[in-house]
């Protein structure tokens, strides 16, 4: 049973940084591609940033490019997300997730986990 568990959200003040882990368990994920979505109260999920898991090729929403970068630790299988320069706007809740190629749409994803609050306050 494949199991991914996030964690490292928080509170924050605007301009800050989080770090977000997310640690993958369950089967290999050599061939994975492993993604980090958001979901803001009252919207939809939307996709943030994607690595693949050799970790040669990262993807990200033009709304975080520039602020946060994904990266992966294979002998960890953990993968993070660096959020620098947060903003009020990117409060949401943020999901850790798994797809088999590389793809900025949700239900091309098939692992999820169970979330991490962030918040961010101006």
């Known amino acids: 049973q494949v199991q991914l568990v996030e964690s490292g959200g928080g509170l924050v003040q605007a301009g800050g940084s989080l770090r977000l882990s997310c640690a993958a368990s369950g089967r290999t994920f050599s061939n994975y591609v492993l993604g980090w979505f958001r979901q803001a109260p009252g919207k939809g999920r939307e996709f943030v940033a994607g690595?693949?898991?050799?970790?040669?090729?990262?993807f990200y929403a033009d709304s975080v490019k520039g602020r946060f970068t994904i990266s992966s630790d294979n002998a960890k299988n953990t993968v993070y997300l660096q959020m620098n320069t947060l903003k009020p706007e990117d409060t949401a809740v943020y999901y850790c997730?798994?797809?088999?190629?590389?793809?900025?749409?949700?239900?091309?994803?098939?692992?999820w986990g169970q979330g991490t609050q962030v918040t961010v306050s101006s």
């Open positions: 690595i693949d898991w050799s970790g040669a090729g990262t």
């Open positions: 997730t798994g797809a088999t190629f590389p793809s900025k749409r949700e239900k091309d994803y098939r692992y």
